[in-house]
């Protein structure tokens, strides 16, 4: 951690706690552009994204990221990845925060969760042009259950909203995950709610050759992610020459990398790892400045309606 030593860098990011109870799906995020990408279950599922300064919709061809909220698929707000994607947008890439439907919500099952994340990754496919955005280099991110939607969408076939155009991918092109849900097998997480289909929709048990590079964040004393899971998703993913960084945070518990829980310290450190993650894979350039840190807090007092 000690490349993170300037003080006045704590307190910039805020973010939520994972959190197994149901906040609002509907918030209101300064300067963040909003977009219905789906509508399911009677619900509009909307993306909120966050643009470079100076960026060129219809013109441009920026790199792009879109968050998945966590909350063990039952809850959880697009807010939890706010900071992440203004410090990406003051970065250069366009990012996004994205509902999906949840079952404290719409009463709906992890497999909806998959289904609205790869259409969420599709939408902004299929749209890239209009955004600005360069279809071959869209990222997916989340943490825990948010992780797991991430993770599908780049590792997992099938699961399809049945209504979409199929000739545009859903298939993320990178992963950022934070403690994530992807293993659900007899031994893994939420099995008991996929068992019927674990094999389907789990990724650490989809991984192939044409799978996407991934970062993973992870603490020692997660009592839902084991780090034998950790190691062995990156395992397998070397084995198949893929890129796959691990970063574990010693006796940090799960949800550790929100400023919340792990401490600012923490919080930034994750931000700088994935930062030089997107770097190593042609997605950003150079490294962070104070400046960008600082741009990357505006509107950290967002108005979330109730």
């Not at 300064?53 to 706010?82: C, I, L, M, T, Y």
């Not at 007899?186 to 008991?192: I, L, T």
Request: include cysteine; aromatic fraction near 8%.
């Amino acid at each position: 951690m000690s490349e993170i030593k300037n003080g006045r860098m704590m307190g910039v990011f805020l973010a939520a706690c994972v959190s197994a109870t149901a906040e609002p799906a509907v918030v209101d995020f300064k300067d963040a552009k909003m977009e219905v990408y789906k509508q399911a279950s009677g619900d509009d599922l909307k993306l909120y994204l966050f643009e470079p300064k100076g960026h060129r919709p219809g013109k441009d061809s920026r790199p792009a990221v879109v968050f998945f909220f966590g909350g063990g698929w039952n809850g959880g707000s697009p807010g939890q990845f706010e900071q992440h994607s203004r410090y990406l947008a003051s970065r250069g890439m366009v990012a996004a925060v994205a509902d999906y439907r949840v079952k404290s919500r719409q009463g709906t099952p992890p497999s909806a969760c998959v289904e609205d994340g790869k259409s969420a990754v599709r939408y902004l496919r299929l749209n890239a042009k209009r955004l600005g955005i360069d279809p071959s280099r869209i990222a997916a991110g989340g943490g825990s259950a948010g992780g797991h939607v991430a993770a599908a969408t780049g590792m997992i076939d099938g699961f399809d909203d049945g209504a979409v155009d199929k000739t545009v991918s859903s298939k993320a092109n990178a992963l950022v995950l934070f403690n994530p849900v992807y293993d659900n097998g007899p031994e893994g997480y939420g099995h008991d709610r996929v068992k019927d289909h674990w094999e389907g929709i789990s990724p650490a048990h989809n991984i192939t050759k044409d799978d996407p590079p991934a970062v993973v964040f992870l603490g020692t004393k997660d009592s839902l992610i084991p780090v034998a899971t950790a190691e062995r998703f990156q395992a397998r993913m070397r084995e198949l020459g893929l890129k796959s960084d691990l970063h574990l945070y010693e006796g940090q518990p799960h949800g550790f990398f929100n400023e919340s829980k792990g401490g600012a310290e923490i919080f930034l450190d994750t931000i700088r790892k994935m930062d030089r993650f997107l770097v190593e894979i042609g997605y950003l350039k150079g490294s962070p400045h104070e400046t960008l840190v600082e741009a990357a807090s505006e509107g950290k007092k967002s108005k979330r309606k109730k």
